[in-house]
Nanobody
Framework: HVQLVESGGGSVQAGGSLKLACEVT????????MAWFRQSPGKDREGVAG???????TYDDSAKGRFTISRDTAKNTLYLQMHSLKPEDTAMYYC????????????????WGQGTQVTVS
């Protein structure tokens, strides 16, 4: 069955780096829109970085220049490399897939992992 499992979260100091991973099972994720979202207490969940079936990446303004989304097809894993982390990056980070439609839209993601916590102090 379809499953997304995140890992790699943790606590880091401001300016540090983390690399999140999302292991995908149950579907060939390269042919779908995939993304990383985050949600901090009291705020709506927001899209951080996305990648379409052609490998084109899209970033929220807050992530541009600091975060990189990538995928390793051999490992069925999606990644989010984060550098220059700031306290405002503190959130639960979720891996997501859009299982219908080829045009990637932040509001159409419909398959979610359980999340991994990132804390920046």
């Amino acid at each position: 069955h379809v499953q997304l499992v995140e890992s790699g979260g943790g606590s880091v100091q401001a300016g540090g780096s983390l690399k999140l991973a999302c292991e995908v099972t149950g579907f060939y994720y390269v042919t779908y829109c995939m993304a990383w979202f985050r949600q901090s207490p009291g705020k709506d969940r927001e899209g951080v970085a996305g990648i379409d079936s052609d490998g084109l990446a899209t970033y929220d303004d807050s992530a541009k220049g600091r975060f990189t989304i990538s995928r390793d097809t051999a490992k069925n894993t999606l990644y989010l490399q984060m550098h220059s982390l700031k306290p405002e990056d503190t959130a639960m980070y979720y891996c997501a897939a859009q299982l219908d439609g080829r045009l990637c839209r932040w509001d159409r993601y419909n398959c979610w992992g359980q999340g991994t916590q990132v804390t920046v102090s």
